[in-house]
């Protein structure tokens, strides 16, 4: 592993007293920091702290929030929440599907999108919903899901 | 004039931005500003802007974007506010007949300034708690009858006295705010627009079992909550209401915000703990109870964030008062979701007692697009969906309770005759396997299988006894599972298997879907006596199913077809159906 | 450590508050169902099995993590807490990709335990595999000759080079040992008449004998062994085998009369009033015509009838042309007989193609090298003659039709196409049926063949039972013959001893999923065929064509057995109860888990597979060995147990000390020994001191055939991994073991130490001395 994310990850160590305790909010800042949670990163935490290794995978692999491979740049959650269901969202993800050509949880070739499924993101009001990165869109329809995506494809230049 | 724009996630994700600067731009070298404040609850008319003359008259503008606000600005500038983009009467009527103690605040305070807080009077309980004493303040809770709103509604007081009851150097305070129920969101409204009022009411919980720190297990997917919530906190620091000896009373108390990393089941008391711990979220078997033996292995009190949000209007205006509304058995206000099939969405309170006729045709105005109504799901996947003839169900825990739903946390989602019930029962329990921590075999493995009983059935590959594996599963799962999550995981197929037990019956004996929704089941149909041969819905197809003549009927090969939709959304002359069951020409 | 007094289904106990419910009520004796619990772990609460119902709540409790007080009124068993356990294992079943049995034993009619017995050989123990044989099939050198194998077909090493030559490992097996008898039980006083010595006849006789029944064998020919003897040529199996193997039978008291015939020198009355039982086998003994005209001239002759005469001795002389009419195994046997005859020109004729033909491919192979000519897709229209004598037989060409609903394509007349084959003699191969006149009294199906009871083989008349060709759908392999036989003769006891019959095959664990990409990095090793004696060279004679395997070629071969049966079934908790509980009556179909075998550890096997999620594993690696090396991986339905980034366990932190495999309630973590195979075999257990450090752990050692196999301690906690595995190394360490194996052996035996108190240990040394 990289010296700088060694660094890196020493500093968010550093901020936890107690890390066994902390290891969620160690592993939310680890994938802040990379984008996932790496093999070599894990291997890393154990090395600093002594937490078994199978242990930081058991609570990696537990939470829907943490990822073991890399996403994309533009990380698409399509919300599967109920409310935006009973409005179509099944309709949304397959849209999401078919513009970018991978299934959920892929990361497009050029590495600029991921998607994928996720529980309910709370804007049930606005519902079909879905986020990307931190920007919820809402009250989606099929040709808004195009539009959305070209438009980050246009500004990426692709 | 005071103009407070709805600045919450959804009023964010509606476009509040480009309102929030049209209004500032034309308000530049104005005296006037705009003052962001949370969702006060009218998703349904989203991006938002409340305008509070100075007679003190409220005036609402909904569905603004940047022109329109600019518009607003310019009226205001004028001197005479435009009557474009105001609400009507009938959609006001979504506020009347609402009570508001948990969503008071929300839309009216600003939810980054502790001043704003204070000026409607916040931390007032806090103070009088502090001077009133624990016996007096879980008495308090006691008279006013509340119980918890995350879902179970066991009486509050009781929790708190048993934490208290509980010998130890150390206890603490949690609140739940990991609401996952699909459809409920009035956690994160009253976090994103009034976090003052959740931490006051966690502090006064802390004085009456004793602890001293107070930790907020809040969604990872609630960015902006966590934000304001660390910006509240830092607020009271640095105002002296957190840290040592608040108010010179000689009560410390701080607090602690954790993030969950998504896993619906540490909305049960024990994988909340065990995630706290840094673990995997698993339930364990109570007791020992967290008042117990929770967090650290000490007492803790675990409520949720609704709970916590009535408690210093309790304190503040006495038990009594909270007594004095709703039902026998359930007391105060509850607040609900309203999403779905619904005109008018968005988060309702009103005193228990209610029907549920009263929200969804009272206040929110009925189904969209004027369809039937069929059934009110209530609980989330862990409750159950009422069918329309029990429309008129007194809403209390113990009535909700007889129909085989919940009460759950208030999520209620409105379904109309295009929604399939026995998919929305596969969607639940799509939902509850996913989110089964794995444990307990009745959970993990009797709602997976109940899931692929369910997916056969929509894929028209339903046998006749599925319906009763479906409820010998059911029922044993209730039974048999470890936690809450996997006891009430069958409600949904066990609710729909009783009330709509004709729709499971069509898919299983006709390989039919009555609301047309299976796309196993249905098939698209172009009527050609109503198709001008556009040849739109060609253009618009993804899949290259439609061909035809321009100027002729155009026509779908249903091999091809995916079910997509897009199609009907593009057809100007109602020129396609949806057919299922019946014989294909 | 206090006490307070509770009320199991009403009986009143003194109880330990430091206990839980669910070991208070296992320590006074009550039954209650369990698979996540151990009292040396924390409780768990997993398998939703030990639910009691206690007075004054709600809901269920579960007896694991339910502490005990004063007063407690517990109930351990009511008809929804028995329900909800049913409902329980039915799903732990749904999701248990195990076969307790392997699919060989499971496709054998007789379910021998052939994994038992191919570990066996591979571990150079022919006799004990021969005796492990005999347990079940009394004519195996026979058999392992001429047996169909269905138990090949469903060899999951097809998937692979090709599936394990079971049958002539079978063969070698008995060949090398020949005198074996297994032991019989003394004379119990009952007699029990046969009629009939063929494989069914035998295989009753036998299994009655080793009860200590006084068996009387009717045999209305000169020798015994029927089909074997008088259906199948020499050159496929020597007389002189056979003969022995009835002689054994002989040797265990079974009494023989040969030329006494039924209907004639006795019947079933007369044989019912002498004997506590009787028991028909009289087999399927006449030729099924072709139904043609001039299928009565002379010149045409019914398969099983010519091989009757000629193995009876008798001249047959068939010409020099010869057509057989059929596809099966008789018709091949035809055809192989006719050419050491000395035909010159034979042709088999059947009417549909190579594909479909029912006889086994190696025995078509072996037939065309002897120069046999095949005819397909044609049927017989006339035999042609000349003053009723044959000349030739007249054929319709046919062609394959449309497949049917079941997939098979018929053959269909071609039009005006014909042709006749000029010959001397028609052979009729195309079936065999039941002479049904001398059976008096039984009732008889519309075939004429005996009707008995699928499950008791009992007649229509009580204390007379029958099985082989005899029976319901008449001729069938031997081997079914010979399973009818034995279960027959099962049944026979429980009917003498007023039991109840148990089934054929009580319910298993069957992995009906199986992904055979799980096998996918299995090392390749080509299947090791039969030699056969050159074909120039057997066409000429009846001696035996085939050879038997020599031991290299036999140990080679066994060691291709990818053990597909659970090396725990002699130990599994989760059977019994899937049985007591009818567990895999609810039929639940589903996804289930499919993982590949993690065999690189020199003791553990991890089988997720077979993996029920009680997390016993992942609780003792963390709190009994403090390894935390087992962790759970995923969330729900597809939680998995597994070591960090799922590291094959040899190259993970494991230390060895064992708790895994100690604490599995089923194969999904167990031990293994260095032998190349590790078949599960019922074992002896007895209560052992290790002598190897002063602790002086407290073990049950548990063997197989006097070899230690696993160690199981006393307590979890207190065992190094010396004394958990150096005996089954010791003990079965194959001989010629390589050095890098020998290497990995030994640092993993020094895994745990950290509780031996003994001086430096030189474990190389350890094992070479007492080897």
Known sequence: MADNLKIGIDAILEKYINPEESLIAILQDVQGLLGYISEDAVKYITEKTGIASSRIMGVASFYAGFRLKPVGKYRIMVCMGTACHVNGSERIGDTVKRVLGIEAGDVTDDGLFSWEEVACLGCCSISPAMMINDTAYGTLTQEKVVSIINSIKEEEGK | MRFLLGYGSCGIASGADSVLSGLNEAFLGTDFSVEKVGCNGLCFAEPIVEVITDKGESILYGRLNRESAVKLAESAKSGVLTDDNRLSEEELAFLKGQKRIVLSGCGKVNPESIDSYIENGGYNALKKALSIGADKIIEEIKISGLRGRGGAGFPTHIKWQSARNSQSDEKYIVCNADEGDPGAFMDRAVLEGDPHRV??????????????????????????????????????????????????????????????????????????????????????TKPPFPAQKGFRKKPTNINNVETFANVSWIIENGGSAFASMGTEGSKGTKVFALAGRVKRGGLVEVPMGLTINDIVFGICGGIKDDGDIKAVQMGGPSGGCIPKNMLDT??????????????????????????????????????????????????????????????????????ESDIDTLVELGESIKTGALCGLGNSAPNPVLTTIKYFKDEYEAHIKEKRCPAKKCSELITYNIIEDLCRGCSLCSKKCPVDAISGKVKSPFKIDSEKCVRCGQCIENCRFNAIEIISGEVKL | MSKVNIFINGKEYSADTEKSLLDNILERGVYLPHLCHNKELESYGGCGLCLVEVEGIRKPLRACSTTVNEGMKVTTSTPDLEKSRKVALSLIMSDHSGDCKAPCYMACPTHQDIQGYVGLIANGKEREALELIKQDNPLPASIGRVCPHP???????????????????????????????????AFNGKTVAVVGAGPAGLSCAYFLAIKGYKVKVFEAQRHGGGMLRYGIPAYRLPKNILDKE????????????????????????????????????????????????????????????????????????????????????????????????????????????????????????????????????????????????????????????????????????????????????????IGQRVAAEDLDSVELTRKSTISVDEKTYMTSVSGVFAAGDVINKGPDIAIRAIAGGKYAARSIDCYLNGAEVPPELPDYSVNKNFDASVLDGTPVINRCEVKLQDAEVRKKNFSEAAFTFTKEEAIKEAS???????????????????????????????????????????????????????AQCVRACREISGTENLGLFGRGFGTVPMSAFDLPLNESKCISCGACVNVCPTGALTSKTPAVKNPPLPFEEERYVCDLCSRNCVFTKRSIKGKTVKMIPEKLSECCSLGLFLLPVRENLPENISEEHFKVICDRLCGSLGKYEGDNVNVRALIEEKR
């Open chain 3, 560 to 614: 291709r057995c990818l053990e597909c049966g659970c090396s725990s079934v002699y130990s599994c908790e989760l059977l019994p109860l899937m049985r007591k509980y009818d567990a895999l009556s609810m039929s639940l179909k589903g996804k289930s888990r499919q993982y590949p075998k993690d065999k690189s550890h020199p003791f553990i096997v991890r089988d997720n597979n077979k993996c029920i999620l009680c």
């Open chain 3, 151 to 185: 138990c090949e077909e469903k060899c999951r090493r097809k998937h692979l080079e090709g599936a394990v030559s079971i049958c002539a490992l079978k063969r070698f097996a008995a060949d090398s040992y020949e005198d074996y008898i297994p032991e019989c039980e």
């Open chain 2, 394 to 463: 007194v809403i209390d825990y113990e009535n909700i309770a007889k129909t085989g739903a919940i009460m759950g946390s208030g999520g209620m989602i409105v379904m109309d005759e295009k929604t399939c019930m026995v998919d929305m029962a596969k969607f639940f329990m799509d939902f509850t396997s996913k989110e089964s921590c794995g444990k307990c075999v009745p959970c993990r493995i009797g709602t997976t299988r109940m899931l692929e009983i369910l997916q056969r059935i929509v894929n028209g590959e339903g046998e």
């Open chain 2, 199 to 284: 931490l006051e009411g966690m502090m006064i919980a802390g004085i009456a079992v004793g602890a001293e720190t107070g930790i907020i297990y809040v969604r990872a997917e609630y960015p902006l909550a966590v934000k304001r919530l660390k910006i509240a906190i830092n607020e009271m620091r640095e105002k002296g209401i957190l840290g040592e000896n608040i108010f010179g009373s000689g009560f410390n108390f701080d607090f602690h915000i954790m993030m969950g990393a998504g896993a619906f089941v540490c909305g049960e008391e024990t994988a909340l703990l065990a995630s706290l711990g840094g673990n995997r979220g698993m339930p364990v």
């Open chain 3, 246 to 429: 009835i002689e054994n039978i002989e040797k265990m008291g079974v009494e023989f009369l040969y030329s006494k015939k039924l209907g004639v020198d006795f019947t079933i009355s007369s044989l019912k009033n002498e004997y506590d039982a009787v028991f028909l086998a009289t087999g399927a003994w006449r030729s099924s015509s072709l139904g043609c005209p001039g299928d009565d001239s002379e010149g045409v002759i019914g398969g099983i009838d010519m091989l009757f005469r000629v193995a009876n001795g008798e001249n047959v002389d068939l010409g020099k042309k010869v057509c057989v009419v059929g596809g099966g195994n008789t018709a091949i046997d035809a055809v192989r007989t006719a050419v050491r005859l000395g035909a010159e020109k034979v042709t088999l004729i059947y009417r549909r193609t190579e594909n479909e033909m029912p006889a086994e491919p190696d025995e078509i192979r072996d037939a065309k090298a002897e120069g046999v000519e095949f005819k397909f897709l044609a049927l017989p229209l006339e035999v042609m003659g000349e003053n009723g004598k044959v000349t030739g037989i007249k054929l319709q060409n046919m062609k394959l039709g449309e497949p049917d609903s079941s997939g098979r394509r018929s053959p269909v007349a071609i039009d005006g196409s014909t042709e006749i084959l000029q010959c001397d003699t028609v052979i009729s191969a």
